[in-house]
């Protein structure tokens, strides 16, 4: 008990505390509003309750020694300690007293909501002790064992009016002492809090299961035990990461999934680890047995005519439709890799884009859930990840946010008591791995794993309290892990204790049979034949396993029903782009009006002023206005478009303005949903401040929507190195591994202004570094077309890939680097771009520079000052897939010019260490006459870029005096390059 009350609460102070509490019964706004809180909080009860502040013994005509009452015998009651005999005379000191010993009693009870779990028995292994806990001791509050058996008044608390010391004590620890362990008083929102309570205390948290839903539940750990069994004994030493000492699981989803479609849930989206992977894949997902041996076979998991790396088993998704009653849910389990937690938001992404598919198309009808009820993600942890993982508290920071809640997630914690050698002790620094939940107030069920009962009772309060109030809840349960971290490796090199424990303990099934025959709710002969039945079930599909092929299955079903897989030469798909004139007025206008009376900041009007001149006159489109265009056709095409990041609302560099702010009231207009009665949502949304979770979670929008344009813009291109989890396990290889397409666009701002190491440079190496197989585009972009056209082909493939756009900083207000109305309308997208502005014949031109982005400007503005007029520039747009031919074609019309390939990134970074090789085959195959590209940029570096602007400037001065003038021999070559030069004859 705090210090504090304690002394409060004795001495002289008790009298007032008393005659406090007896006249906020009779009136609670009688007395200040603190001490109403305070008495409020006691009693504990919802807000409004019609029995809040009504003690049943009010306005009883009892007799008090010593007076009349001054305020009437209705407005205060003579005696709070219980119902006196007719004609009883109590002394004021004893009402008094017995109004202290309700206070203190109710304090008690307060404090085991606040605190029971700390004595819940939740161990299964008998190991954890959180220790004794004096606010739980009746001693501190006052009371002696002389008082157990003496009635006190506690007004219908705990369900009782009044009761002995003893039978309350009694009464609370079998309410929040038992297995299940409640923290939910940290909760500040009283309806919620309330409600808990209410579901905790109305039922003293006891279970009651009809004999089918405990046959059910034995049921689920039979599957879970003997799944588990079977494969040990079939294929010995291979890793699984099995689910032994946590088979409560299964029993658990299944009361989510079966309660959550009585409450109107209809999809589910699970994420998880690998632990307990498999077992939930045959037994709540339903995937074949004789996949998953065929798979311990070594046979790939994806169909012969889909090709792909494919990936482990216990790294593998899948999707099922289950049926509970009449009521159908349909749930996927999204494929992840072995970095544990970064799922959670790619499940929360996909939750989302299922939330917001609204309309129906073509024979598909896509899920409505305004109110967030229908479709639900389920995410499993592990306890150390859950604690140790960063991205779990990005996850929970998703929660009520504007663009990325969900309705609530149900985050089930598969608490091992470690993380593969890693004792609690050493994984985390609070009482619990589930801590971090109370960052967003979301309740927590702690709950023994062993009690099937209790785990499957906790998995119903959780999906009840998400569908009631729309925000995350928490289910512990405290198991253990039977094997080591993989089934080959020993667990008790490094926690001897415990698996000595484990090693004598039961399994939570023969535990929950046990009971179940104690009971008489089943024969030892029924669970017998329980276990038989599915044990014959695995031995026949284990037979079938040789002559079993997978199929296509879910590969390009559902949403994604009518893709294709991207096959040939990417070069030679032109996909139409363009765009007529009239529709690009018409966007335009809607651009550049805003609303009647709306407070418009000045300088946005110039802007708009501005942008209305260029669709007047068919010139000057700058890259806002020309990516606006973009995102406005592709609405009023039928094509959702969700942009997302730090500040994309306005724009890192305030260039685009996507919503606006009135400078009043600062209502928020976004022109581009005004387009038409029928176009597509757009939305944009500035994030948490966070790239991982936040990449993830817009790349599991991509998964679920593959008709809508899915951009994430980070604020400088190199804020993606905090999401390359994402981007190196899900974006660049989900496609082989799992056969998932995503058309995710990345927007990084890339460029060398001068401004020091920091975010000049979106490291376009380690992109290109990871292309093969198709799987990705990497662009740099020079012209605001060029990104229109970009931006357009993401969605009118029918395929999709995810796309990596070093987007432009100075260029977004270059003078140079503007489209005319023509590129818009009589153009598509282009990979390479030739010389834009010739001198000379062709013949005569003595180099040929390539390059990309915004060096490209400053030679083609030097070229222009020297009056150069036989050097050619060809810009690369595209450099992966690596656009060959288009490059072959653009360099043989120059066949007598020396080749050079200009960069501002170090020689280390950039492009070079990606083109040197691949010019090289080029020019070799069209026998050219200089079979090398030389290299004109910064030497090789540890950092991206200098710190000194004056240092800057003499760097970019002499790279592009380099590309455009030093003769090849003087221009100094990275790496190898200096023999090459010598075996060239240079």
């Known amino acids: 008990m705090d210090a504090a009350l304690d002394s409060l609460l004795s001495g002289p102070n008790a009298i007032y505390i008393a005659e406090l509490y007896e006249r906020w019964q009779a009136d609670p706004r009688s007395v200040d509003d603190r001490w109403a809180a305070f008495f409020d909080d006691l009693k504990g009860e919802p807000p409004g309750g019609a029995e809040l502040h009504g003690p049943s013994w009010r306005g ?14 209705t407005s205060r009651p003579a005696d709070s300690g219980r119902r006196a005999a007719d004609g009883e005379r109590l002394s004021p000191q004893e009402a008094r007293q017995r109004t202290l010993d309700s206070i203190r009693a109710l304090m008690m009870i307060r404090a085991y909501r606040v605190r029971g779990h700390l004595h819940a028995k939740l161990d299964p292994l008998g190991i954890q002790h959180y220790g004794e806990h004096s606010e739980l001791d009746y001693r501190s509050y006052g009371f002696t064992e002389a008082d157990l058996d003496r009635e006190i008044f506690i007004d219908h608390v705990l369900g009782l009016e009044q009761a002995p010391l003893r039978q309350i004590v009694e009464v609370v620890r079998d309410t929040y002492c038992g297995t299940i362990g409640v923290e939910f008083m940290h909760i500040q929102y009283p309806e919620q809090k309330a409600w ?13 299961f009809t004999p089918e839903g405990k046959r059910a539940i034995l049921e689920r750990l039979i599957e879970a035990e003997d799944f588990e069994t079977f494969l040990g004994r079939k294929y010995t030493g291979t890793k699984r990461f099995g689910l032994e000492g946590g088979e409560a699981l299964l029993a658990a989803v299944e009361q989510i999934l079966k309660r959550g479609g009585q409450l109107g849930l209809s999809d589910v989206v699970i994420g998880m ?20 041996f065929s798979e311990f076979e070594g046979n790939t998991s994806s169909p012969d005519d889909v090709q792909g790396s494919g990936d482990v088993k216990y790294h593998l998704g899948t999707s099922a439709d289950r049926t509970f009653d009449d009521k159908t849910i349909h749930l996927s389990l999204v494929a992840n890799p072995s970095h544990l937690e970064v799922v959670d938001p790619v499940v929360l992404g996909k939750v989302r884009a299922k939330q917001m598919q609204l309309v129906p198309k073509a024979e598909r009808w896509r899920i409505g859930d305004p109110e967030r009820r229908s479709v639900l993600g389920l995410l499993l942890h592990g306890d150390a990840a859950f604690a140790g993982q960063g991205i ?20 089930f914690i598969i608490n091992n008591q470690i993380g593969f050698t890693t004792s ?24 023994n794993g062993d009690d099937a009962e209790a785990v499957v009772h906790a998995a119903r309060i959780a999906i009840e309290f998400r569908q009631e109030f729309q925000s995350d809840v928490v289910i512990d349960m405290v198991c253990y892990r039977r094997q080591g971290h993989n089934e080959s490796d020993e667990p008790a090199f490094t926690q001897p204790i415990m698996y000595k424990s484990i090693a004598n303990h039961p399994t939570t099934r023969h535990i929950y049979a046990r009971r179940l025959i104690e009971e008489g709710a089943l024969s030892e002969d029924e669970v017998e034949a329980m276990a038989q039945s599915f044990h014959d079930k695995l031995e026949a599909a284990f037979k079938a396993t040789a002559s079993y092929k997978p199929n296509r299955g879910e590969w390009l079903q559902g949403m994604w029903q009518g893709y294709k897989a991207a096959m040939g030469e990417e070069e030679y798909r032109q996909e139409p782009t363009r765009v007529d004139a009239d529709t690009l007025r018409r966007v335009g206008k809607v651009l550049t009006t805003p609303p009647e009376g709306f407070d418009l900041n000045r300088k946005i009007v110039r802007q708009l002023k501005a942008k209305a001149a260029m669709f007047d006159s068919g010139e000057g489109f700058d ?35 996507a919503v606006l702010v009135d400078q009043t009231t600062e209502e928020r207009f976004r022109p581009l949903n005004t387009l038409s009665s029928d176009q597509a949502v757009f939305e944009v949304h500035d994030s948490p401040l966070s790239e991982v979770s936040i990449l993830g979670f817009e790349y599991g929008y991509s998964l679920q929507d593959p008709d809508a344009l899915v951009m994430w813009e980070a604020q400088f291109g190199d804020f993606a190195n905090g999401a390359q989890v994402i981007i190196d396990q899900f974006i660049s290889a989900a496609e082989s591994k799992w056969l998932r397409m995503s058309g995710l666009v990345l927007l990084l701002p890339h460029g060398y202004e001068g401004q020091g190491p920091e975010h000049s440079s979106a490291r376009p190496e380690r992109f290109l570094q990871l292309c093969a197989e198709d799987n990705i585009q990497v662009c740099n972009i020079s012209t605001p077309a060029n990104y229109f056209h970009f931006l357009r082909r993401q969605v009118k493939r029918n395929y999709r890939k995810p796309a990596i756009l070093m987007s432009p900083k100075s260029l977004l207000r270059h003078k140079l680097c503007v489209s005319t109305l023509a590129d818009f309308t009589d153009a598509d997208f282009q990979r390479a771009i030739p010389e834009a502005d010739p001198l000379t014949k062709a013949d005569k031109v003595r180099r040929v520079v390539l390059c990309t982005g915004k060096v490209y400007y400053d030679l083609l503005e030097t070229r222009r000052a020297k009056e150069l007029d036989d050097v050619a520039l060809i810009r690369v747009e595209q450099f992966y897939p690596w656009p060959k031919d288009t490059l072959m074609n653009l360099i043989s019309a120059y066949p007598k010019a020396e080749v050079v390939w200009c960069q501002e990134e170090p020689a280390n970074m950039g492009y070079w260490t990606f083109v040197d090789r691949r010019l090289q085959y080029l020019l070799e195959e069209i026998n050219h006459p200089h079979r090398q590209a030389f290299y004109a940029g910064r ?14 400037q003499a760097e970019q001065a002499k790279l592009v005096g380099d590309a455009l003038t030093t003769p090849l021999d003087k221009i100094p070559q990275p790496f190898h390059r200096v023999t090459e030069l010598a075996r060239i004859g240079h």
């Open 273 to 292: 680890a690998h632990r307990g992977r498999l077992n939930m894949l045959a037994n709540v997902m339903h995937k074949p047995f004789q996949a998953i």
């Open 392 to 411: 779990v508290a990005e996850c929970f920071g998703f929660s009520q946010t504007l663009g990325y809640r969900t309705g609530g997630t149900i985050h």
């Open 939 to 952: 030497r090789a570096a540890a950092s991206p870029a200098t710190g000194s602007f004056k240092t800057h």
């Open 424 to 447: 609690p002790r050493h994984a985390r620094s609070g009482t619990y791995a589930s801590d971090m939940a109370k960052v967003i107030q979301a309740p927590i069920l702690h709950v």
């Open 60 to 73: 009883r005509d009892l007799k008090v020694v010593g007076g009349e009452d001054p305020d009437g015998p």
């Open 196 to 208: 808990i309570q209410q579901r905790i205390e109305g039922i003293r948290n006891q279970t009651d």
């Open 623 to 657: 890259w806002a206005t020309g990516e606006a265009m973009a995102l406005g056709t592709l609405l009023r095409e039928g094509h959702p478009v969700r942009l997302s990041g730090q500040d994309v609302g306005r724009g890192t560099f305030s260039q685009r303005h």
